[in-house]
């Protein structure tokens, strides 16, 4: 499927009254608890999955799932067309009660400040990260542990943090109703149980597609 330009410009001007619609407001809490996640594999159908994970317990409380069919393609900056109605159909199958949803995408930290971390905390009305694998616009500012700013046009958007048991570094930035600063702190304490419930949503998103239900 080919995205035209005149539809391209829509969707920015779509994401720019989005990006104006969300809150970037003070989570009001010290620690958090349940934390979802969700993610989406791909073969012919596409495979959504929600984890929540109790980082009291530490151990998965719930999950749900939901398969269906991508209508839009991959195209960087425009994830929400192509995931969201995925995401959000995954994660209103769940009853407990979600204190951090974490979105495999970008908040904040997009052209156009309105990643699909954006999209789906205003949606559900639910404060909402988005951690990513890759930087999609901005630089890095300097390391101070395992902490980096991300910088877009003098400002940061968000954070890149370093994992010390692998070296691996993620992108966090804020979607709805926390900020950059709730980020630094959540994942400051948290960073263990938020890689491990991303891992977990997306092995059971992949797993789904394995069993072709």
Request: aromatic letters at 6%.
């Amino acid at each position: 499927m080919e995205v035209d330009k005149a539809t391209l410009s829509l969707l920015d001007r779509i994401q720019e009254i989005i990006a104006k619609a969300h809150k970037l407001e003070n989570l009001g809490k010290d620690k958090i608890n349940n934390v979802c996640a969700v993610d989406v594999s791909y073969s012919k159908k596409a495979a959504a999955a929600a984890v929540i994970w109790s980082c009291s317990e530490k151990k998965v409380i719930e999950s749900a799932k939901y398969i269906g069919k991508p209508f839009f393609p991959y195209i960087a900056g425009y994830l929400f067309m192509r995931e969201a109605p995925l995401v959000i159909s995954a994660i209103n199958a769940l009853k407990e009660k979600i204190d951090l949803l974490l979105v495999d995408g970008h908040g904040i930290a997009h052209p156009r400040r309105a990643g699909l971390a954006v999209f789906v905390g205003l949606a559900l009305e639910t404060p909402t990260l988005g951690i990513a694998k890759s930087l999609l616009v901005g630089k890095i500012g300097p390391f101070e542990g395992i902490i980096a700013p991300i910088l877009l046009d003098d400002s940061v958007v968000g954070i890149a943090f370093r994992v010390p048991e692998t070296g691996k570094i993620y992108f966090a930035s804020p979607g709805h109703k926390l900020t950059v600063e709730d980020s630094i702190n959540i994942v400051k304490q948290e960073y263990k149980n938020l890689i491990k419930v991303l891992e977990l949503a997306h092995r059971s998103s992949k797993s789904l597609l394995k069993e072709g239900k």
